[in-house]
């Protein structure tokens, strides 16, 4: 059986081509933090995380058509990465009444989380892509903003007030940054992982547990 | 009377000053702004779509879109089911081209996680898609023209086609328009016999369908007068506010994804990619005619080549499917433009992040800049040849 | 579909064999609700994918226009019946409310599909209404996600039955025709998370058995 397979991976580039380039980025542009994320999928579609001080330049260099000339943003997507909490078991001798014994001690190490936004950057010029972009936020309640690329990219104005919408990030620099799809008094970002719906369906039997199982709790 | 006056004294301004002496400014006439919100319930905004437009006589000086009347959680509801559960939802975002969402969806996760599709089921996904451009072209220009005041009759023309047209994706996948057809791998279920020769009967049909369109619209004195010149795009715009489809093509700029990716196999096939000049309304609306040749071309090919064999991977998992971490991007050219889909795996069953590219939203981006200086009743028709469907729009 | 009035006045075997004889016998309660059956005017109002198939059902093949209901108007004060075609979420639901109050009596609804109905497969969602009863009373459901537009007709054959079936006076006479009958619900408001309230108490109950929460107000 004759299959076809990674139809979208022909023209995508492999690890050598992001890693040269970052190069180009950091020869054009010496000060930014550019650091490559690797993509272990079979599409090997590797990006790149800049720092949100320089997103700005290096999108300006990415698209100028004497830099890198990726003319085309088509997508820019929001990413919650919640605060994970690692714990770490350590052995450790101690004397108990008067005797050796081997205590375990757990410890955890809260992670903070971040919020990412991605951009996906492709060249209509040269046909190639996706370059991919990604940047992050300090934290996920105060430190949540992010320079708007919506000045170089126009594609990128309702997309990035979706992502304002549901996720929160606060773009700077943005013409118009209000809610796209929720209402405007709406509280919260509802995307993010840790949003709460509304309990507003437990009256009909249904098959998602979480809302069964917030039921049965407010029952007992 | 004082508007009268006025109007009078413009029209003699220069011959006949005298008259001057008899008006006065009319103060409540003088440039005041009227506000209309369109939407979202509108006869013509093609779904709950709304727009406030500021107004300047019938002149648009203003107008900016309000999104989320269709706003149902699809990338929250997809994020936590299954990768599998999502794909009826996908049916979902752009209902007219349930089948090219399908197949959007279903690259993407083949390229997340490496799977293989045989030869049958790529040739039965090129013919699905280009069925359903078929579908979704001709009912846009059935509304585009609706939205001149052709009311009904090209629209019933238009649905008597796509009715022929979803007795075969009926036939083939159970469903008029939610199909859920395709899996990762390949297509849930193969051909029902006999369904090649309706299809080619089908096909054989369509241009001449076309050929009675093309006589009753492209050179109807009407759509002359009301399509050309405008809302034009230009291409630097086009390109630079993440245009796509049929809208970007008719400015000129020569991207489709079945050349520039050649996602599938749509390598094999001969066919042209039309190409706009002025990127005015008129030139969407012949960009949509002139495709639905073109897939008629692909379609006859495929039709004519489609070869015996499996239409799904069996080594691929439909139960209990949970692709290594990773992070894809796939992306066809749908009827609309670029739909794409951008998974992120952390190992589990549900994707952790399920994003959707949606065309209609992004070709919206310009909306403004193409109504300004038109007239409200023009809005109308710039809004139907971008070609929108709220369930994408919104998601 | 029986062609009676369901007061009962008539005599169906002497209306039909005076009817051979060309002689025709009706009452004031049959005219008036053939009438009103025979020319109901949906509001040409769409929401989601359901729409295309209502439209679908007014196009060449189904030809809504052989029940008299193929003048779809784009004004709800000319409109009979709403048909709430697809999913009403929660953003849009206030506008809807608004529309239905703004029909004239006598108004039907139809709740098309199974978000209209309840939320349907988007149930889950954060913005999604689960289902239009909540807020204003509902004559026909139809299930399908989407219906074909062959339910959509038995829809409306169902709903002109209904219409055939009332009675013009006393108590169960039609809501247009009894003025302490509401005919305006109230409309919704946006709330932080949710709208307010979460359902108006009149027109929807949880159903028994199951632990309503309360609707937050």
Redesign the interface.
Known sequence: MEGTTGSIGRRTFGMTNVQAIREQILAALPKSNIELVENDSPCGQHSLLVEAKDLLGVARFAKSPTGLGFDYCSNVTGVDVVDRIETSRRKEKRIVDGEETEIERVEETRIPGWLEVVYHLYSMRDRKGPLILRARTGDRLEDVALPSLTPVWRSCELQEREVYDLYGVVFTGHPDLRRLLMWDDFKDHPMRKDYVEPDDYDYEPTPHNAVLDRLQARKG | MAILMESLTRRNHGQNAEIEIFTHEPASLDGELMEVSMG????STH??FRMNVALDGETVVKLKPV???????????AE?ASYLAAM??TD?LD??CSLSNNWAYA??V??????????RA?YIRVISAELTRLVNHSCLIGFLVQDMGASGTP???A??E??KILDLIESLTGA???CNYMRFGGCRCDLPTGWLDEARKVVAEFPRFLDEYEALLSSNEVLLARTQKVGVLDAE?A?????TGPMLRASG?N?DLRK??????YDRFSFRIPLGDHGDVYDRYMMRLLEMRESVTILEQALKSIPE??VI?PKAKIRGFR?????????IESPKG?L?F?L??DGSANPS?Y?I?PPS??N???LEDMCLGHKIADVVIILGSIDIV??EV?R | MEMMSTNGSTDEGLKSELGRQGIVVSSFNEIYNWGRRNSVWPMQFGLACCAIEMIATTMSRFDLARFGAEVFRPSPRQADLMIVSGTVTKKMAPQVVRLYNQMAEPKYVIAMGACAISGGPFKQGYNVLKGIDRYIPVDVHIPGCPPRPEALIHAFMTLQRQIDAQVLTGVARPRHLNASAPSEFPIPEFGDHDLLPSHNREVWKAPPGRSAGEPSE
């Open positions: 979202p319930q509108h006869p779904g709950v999104f989320g009347y269709l706003h149902r959680n699809h990338e929250k509801i936590g009826p939802y979902r209902y007219f690259l993407s083949e390229a997340l996680a490496g799977i293989t599709v045989p030869e790529e629209l019933m023309y649905f008597r796509r009715e008029r328009m939610m715009l390109v630079n506010a993440g245009i700029v991207y520039v990716d050649r996602y599938g196999i064999g499996p991977d692709p290594k971490p990773g992070e894809a991007y796939g992306r670029e794409g951008y992120i795996s992040r994003r590219r939203l992004i919206l981006t310009v709220l369930g919104d």
